[in-house]
Each structure stands twice: as C-alpha cells, then as structure tokens.
C-alpha cells in the first residue's frame, strides 16, 4: 500500500485542537444534504473492543459534530462484519451523503461498496483497509500496521534475538488488516533470529479475551514462556493479569511487547510491566472529517493519508506518560 501523505501524530493532535476551538457554525436541518450544507454521514465502527477504539469513536464524534456541520449517524458493529456490512447497507438506504468504515476485516467488501457506488455514495475507509478494488472506495485515512509490526520485532530482535528466548503472541481479530499486517511486519523483523514462536492465538484485541488466552498459554507453557507478543495493549494487559495470577512478574520472568500506546498501556510500561509500545495513533477524525467534506464537494483527494506513529520503552514512557491525549 502507499503512502501519498504523512502526517504526523503531533500535527494531528495540534488539527485538532484546532477545529475544535475553531468551529464554524453549521446550521441544524435535515439528513440528506439537501441544500442547507448539512453533510450526512454514516459511520460504520467496528464495535468497543480497546481502549484505542474508546479513543477513534470520541476523535470521530468531534470532528463529525453538528457544529462542524455534520449529522453523524453512529453504528458499532460489535465486531460482527455481518452487522458491520448490514450497518452500510443501511446508510445506502437512508440516502446519506457519505459512508465511513472502519472494516472489522479485510474481505467481504465488494458487493456492498459496489452498491454504495452505484447509488452515488462515496465511502471513505479509516482505521483498517479492505481488500476490494481501490475504484470502490474514496480515500483511506490510516496507520500503516505492517511497519508497527516492524519496529515491535526490530525491538525484540535486538534485545532478545541471539539468545534462546520462546515467545507467545496474542493475535488482533483474524481477518483484520490490523492483525495480518502487523504478523507479517513483526515476522520478517524475527527472521533469522533465535526467538521461536511457542504459540500464537487470537484475543480479538480485548482485555478479557486475551487474560482467557494467556491463562490457557500459561497452563501449557508455564515457566517456558520467556516473551509475549500483543497485536494490542488491551490483551496485553488482560495477559498481565494471567501472569500476576499465576505468580510470576510481567515485564521481568515474562517480557511484554504490544501496539497501541494508550493510557493504561503507558502506565504499565512506566511502571515496568510492560517492556515495549509501539503506538498506533487512534486520533483521525479531524482528518477524515476534512477529507469527507472535500469528497462530498467534488474536491479531489488522495487515496490514502497514513499518520505516522512513535514507540516507547520505559524510560521514554515515563517522560510522555502525563502529556498522553488518549
Ligand atoms: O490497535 C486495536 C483496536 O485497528 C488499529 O483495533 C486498530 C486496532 C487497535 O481494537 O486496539
């Protein structure tokens, strides 16, 4: 995939902070854009999985709000890509101006978009990508998954790589670009060193599921396990408490690596729970609200915006922890 613009995560959160001081107002009427410059989106979300997504769906709340002049129209999807796929339909049929996507997985896309096409509504992705044709969808707001896969195995690499070390890892929701991309950036950075993958098992990159994962990893593997591997800070963290639980120290007996870079991520990588994060900036609202409004007027726009993201171990983490947004 290419990147035709970078931002940064810095710039962004300074966007942002912008549009929401200053607002232009956007005067109230009804769905549809007929004519009052109201613009109707519907925003198809994944569901509440993680802290991260807390932190999109309140990024996209404020940029789609009416004082911007939108009426957003809210859908979670509870990471069912068949309600997800029903939810767009639904926006087709209630003729709204523009579909955004945050696709719970990568395929299964083309019959849907085609019908969005045909009845003239562009979908912009965020978040996630599809497999569908590029002709199907506007724009793509997001973070390229396969380089924080990268920079988490380079990290292990160089820490871990030319000793003897077994390694778990919890993996994000089978079929999303998120999981896949980061395996296969995280794989090509481990080859060729001495890490050997024990296990590696979905926790849909929730809290609970990853606790019930790591219990299970822990039961088999007990004190082998020397590091783990999370698509995501949330099963990392429900791994600590497997860890805890079964009396051993995370982020000593157990080294911890994960994506996302939230609040609580943060903190138990400050607290030395955690080794290494590599963040996943979930801000993009103020970015895909700027890009819908340009779509929806006819502006042209590029295929893809990614933001670029940072990573942390203790010490850095310590320094930002206060200065988080999300
Ligand atoms: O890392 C995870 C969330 O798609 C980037 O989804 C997103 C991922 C994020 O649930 O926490």
């Given amino acids: 995939m290419k990147a035709n613009k970078i931002i940064t995560g810095l710039a962004l959160v300074g966007a942002i902070a912008f549009t929401a001081t200053g607002c232009a107002g956007g005067g109230g009427g009804a769905a549809g854009g007929g004519g009052d410059g109201v613009i109707t989106v519907g925003f198809a979300q994944t569901g509440s999985e993680s802290g991260w997504r807390s932190a999109n769906t309140e990024s996209m709340k404020e940029a789609f709000s009416e004082a911007n002049g939108f ?5 979670a999807a509870d990471n069912k890509p068949e309600a997800q796929i029903a939810a767009v339909r639904s926006f087709i049929n209630q003729g709204v101006d523009a579909i955004v996507l945050a696709p719970i997985v990568t395929d299964g896309w083309d019959d849907v978009l085609k019908e969005a096409k045909d009845a003239n509504i ?17 724009s793509w707001i997001g973070l390229d998954f396969t380089k924080e896969g990268e920079t988490a195995g380079t990290w292990v ?19 999303s670009s998120a999981a896949t991309d980061r395996a296969s950036g995280f794989d090509s950075a481990i080859e060729g060193t001495d890490i050997k993958v024990l296990d590696s098992q979905t926790g849909n990159f929730t809290r609970a599921e990853g606790k019930t994962v790591m219990e299970g990893f822990l039961q088999k593997y007990g004190s082998q396990i020397n590091l783990l591997f999370a698509h995501n800070d949330d099963m990392g963290l429900g791994a600590l408490e497997a860890i805890k639980a079964a009396g051993l120290t995370p982020g000593t007996d157990i080294k911890i690596v994960t994506i996302d870079a939230v609040k609580d991520g943060m903190t138990a990588l400050s607290k030395g729970e955690f080794n290494y994060i590599v963040e996943c900036n979930p801000l993009l609202g103020e970015k895909t609200a700027e890009v819908v409004k340009k779509v929806v007027a006819g502006e042209s726009v590029d295929k893809s915006y990614i933001v670029e993201d940072q990573a942390f171990d203790q010490e850095q983490a310590k320094k930002v922890l206060d200065s988080r947004p999300y």
């Fill in 71 to 75: 009426n957003l129209i809210f859908n």
């Fill in 122 to 138: 562009p979908v912009i992705l965020e978040d996630r990508t599809v497999s569908a044709s590029e002709d199907l969808y506007a």
């Fill in 157 to 175: 690499a160089e820490n871990f790589g030319s000793t003897p070390t077994n390694m778990v890892v919890l993996e994000g929701t089978t079929g």
